[in-house]
T-cell receptor, first 116, second 114 residues
């Protein structure tokens, strides 16, 4: 069965500092990988996704992630964070095409807190 | 605004009661997913419908059921409610029904069972 581990439940960081949010997955088959962001009292919004091709994926709001198959990781990075990036971030996987369903399996989330 | 609407936004009810949560997907999206978000369990997939038919089931209790109507809106029915059912329930929609399609999430319905 697929599972997702987000290694840090909370990450405090100062404004304009770089940040990395870590995600590891386990699956016996190849998967699609996603990062979603949830701002307080809102639904989830897609930041970026990896389906195939280049292992470095760029998303919205200056975020990027790197797929590492050998380490089964999909870490999210931003070179310089803003106060407005304070939110909870979720890593997720879904089965690739050929699977009959498209549901997401989420990690427990990482709360990013950006301090001035 | 994702284009996915959910009603009601908040719901407070008593144990043993039954409630219905409603979701309207984005225009053109055929697939609807229901997820439950709680402090204990995190974000969990409940059930998926595609073009009116059930496509996949996750950790959905037998007391819960769902359906997708011909106009593609979906309803999640929760019955014999328990305190532990208190959570945020999200609906998401996507164009396709398999992996890889972006899922657009609604704002959620916060259910409080007292």
């Amino acid at each position: 069965a697929q599972s997702v581990t987000q290694l840090d439940s909370q990450v405090p960081v100062f404004e304009e500092a770089p940040v990395e949010l870590r995600c590891n997955y386990s699956s016996s088959v190849s998967v699609y990988l996603f990062w979603y962001v949830q701002y307080p009292n809102q639904g989830l919004q897609l930041l970026l996704k990896y389906l195939s091709g280049s292992t470095l994926v760029k998303g919205i709001n200056g975020f990027e992630a790197e797929f590492n198959k050998s380490q089964t990781s999909f870490h999210l990075r931003k070179p310089s964070v803003h106060i407005s990036d304070t939110a909870e971030y979720f890593c997720a996987v879904s089965e690739p095409n050929g699977g009959s369903q498209g549901n997401l399996i989420f990690g427990k989330g990482t709360k990013l807190s950006v301090k001035p | 605004d994702s284009g996915v609407t959910q009603t009601p936004k908040h719901l407070i009810t008593a144990t043993g009661q039954r409630v219905t949560l409603r979701c309207s997907p984005r225009s053109g999206d055929l697939s609807v997913y229901w997820y439950q978000q709680s402090l204990d369990q995190g974000l969990q997939f409940l059930i998926q419908y595609y073009n009116g038919e059930e496509r996949a089931k996750g950790n959905i209790l037998e007391r819960f059921s769902a359906q997708q109507f011909p106009d593609l809106h979906s309803e999640l029915n929760l019955s014999s409610l328990e305190l532990g059912d208190s959570a945020l329930y999200f609906c998401a929609s996507s164009v396709g029904g398999t992996g890889g399609y972006e899922q657009y999430f609604g704002p959620g319905t916060r259910l409080t069972v007292t």
